[in-house]
């Protein structure tokens, strides 16, 4: 009989246990698939941003890239790749093959993740269908099962568009901007309740809130409208009132926002609410610059009531957008001057938004129809936003 090595022992030994486990875990019976369930365990959440390539290009962004130019998020390809379409399984010589958008949707139904054989594959109990094979040890992780979900969801688009920008660039704006010392809508309107300028309420309808720089340890106290319904209730009124006097501010001058959100006229110099996509929109069509100018522009001749609105909303130094990215100057829309530095503070200073993030927001701005043509190209297309660095305008 021939002798066999230590070595080629112990690899015989490796490859039996091998192809027993692999059989063993491949019947549908036993330990394993007693305890599985591979089945979706997230939710659906459309303001997470989903897209199948890791980077898309900003379609406004400079010619060449700057940092807030490229989205870039963790994509359908790149999950893909790592769990199922490796060079020695779906990438390689075993079918079917998911190494490009054309071959992922051979198994996706757009819109309909349950109606997908990409998504069975992800979340069957079934070991014959299971991928990647349960054997593997290399199942998807939740976050990961959601951005496939999304994606299929939103329409399984090879690029983003405007669906899969707004929900995402509204719920940054969000949670970057209104915390409750910042743009938020209980702390403006309680700075105008406790100042005495909403009739029947005082400061008694107001709660304090009190912040804490991580990086100073200075405290400051804010005054919150506390009262949910109330709350509503006034900001909606102030919405109004902007947009009918700006609607036409010789037939509404009693319209005139006397509500500001600056000094002096509440408690302390709070910022707008961008809590809501309608709370945006506003401060997108009416700057607070403008709506909340720093100094009187009319007085009430009878009344004596100093208001600190400006006649047109155009007549501008600020914007969302440039608030938000630095490499952006803005010009005023209505004098078409350009600023001579950045404002981008609102992103960093306040926000704390990172480049691919600031980058969804600006592709999202120049998407949205809801967004004027003015407060994107300008009057006549004469551009209002420049690139600070190459000197690039946008335009339509």
Known sequence: MKKISVIQAVTLFLAVMFVSASLFQCKKSGDLINGLDRSFKGTADTAIYA????????ST??????VND????????????????????????ISPKFDSYA?????????TPEGSKLWEYITTNDYDKAMPP???NHELTITDKT?????????????????DFRPAAIALINSGCGSANCHNQATATGGWARKGLIAGLTSADTSVYTYINPLTAVATIYCQLSNETLRNQVWSAYKDSVRKFYSDTTAFASYRPWKTLGTPRSALSTRGPLQTYDDILLDINYPKSVRSNSAVVYTDPNTLITYYAKGTPLNATSSLISRIDSTLLLAN??????????????????????????ALVKAWYFADPNVPAVWKYGNANAGIFKYRKSGNIIKQ
């Open 147 to 163: 951005l496939v979900y999304n994606w299929i969801k939103n329409g399984a688009k090879e690029r983003p568009d405007l669906n």
């Open 70 to 93: 490229v989205i870039k998020f963790r994509g359908v390809q790149t999950i893909l790749h790592e769990y199922c379409a490796t060079s020695n399984c779906h990438g390689g010589s």
């Open 61 to 66: 962004g400079d010619a060449v890239t700057d």
């Open 51 to 58: 897209s199948f390539y890791e980077e898309n290009k900003v």
């Open 134 to 136: 349960v054997n593997s």
């Open 103 to 111: 071959e992922v949707m051979k198994y996706v139904t757009a819109g």
């Open 333 to 358: 829309p209505a004098t078409g001057v350009f600023a001579t530095s950045q404002q981008g503070d609102m992103a960093y200073g306040d926000g704390g938004l990172k480049p691919h993030e600031i």
